[in-house]
């Protein structure tokens, strides 16, 4: 069985995790204000909706740890290292603009975790 995990908060999807060759489509039928004339299509009942479509793809090809100081490393994950790089730099610059300098950057789980509990898919603290 694939599943589909979709995470909303406030009433907008904030994540979509799927597996890869999997695609959803989301229909959005407040379709009042914000957008574009182009980007709205008419459903089967002919009722107007705004899609956004997620499709699965392989798992990510790069990825970074960062503990924010509370010991606690979280882990990023990114389609390419340009992505990541690009990532890493927009948290180095927001970090020295809001005077943050206890955030550390691991490039393994095994250094972020310092050789101890690595944790896996689905695992907790």
Do not use: C, H
Not at 26 to 54: A, F, K, L, M, Q
Not at 79 to 93: H, L, P, Y
């Amino acid at each position: 069985m694939k599943v589909v995990n979709i995470t909303i908060d406030g009433g907008l999807i904030q994540n979509v995790e799927l597996p890869e060759g999997v695609r959803v489509e989301v229909r959005d039928y407040d379709t009042e204000g914000g957008i574009e004339e182009g980007e709205i299509e008419t459903d089967e009942n002919g009722d107007d909706y705004y899609p956004t479509v997620y499709e699965g793809t392989s798992p990510a090809k790069a990825s970074v740890w960062f503990d924010w100081g509370d010991g606690s490393p979280q882990q990023f994950q990114f389609d390419t290292e340009k992505e990541m790089d690009a990532f890493i730099q927009g948290v180095s610059a927001a970090a020295s603009g809001f005077g943050m300098d206890d955030y550390r950057q691991y490039d393994t789980a095994a250094e972020a975790f310092d050789g101890g509990w690595v944790p896996q898919l689905g695992d907790s603290p």
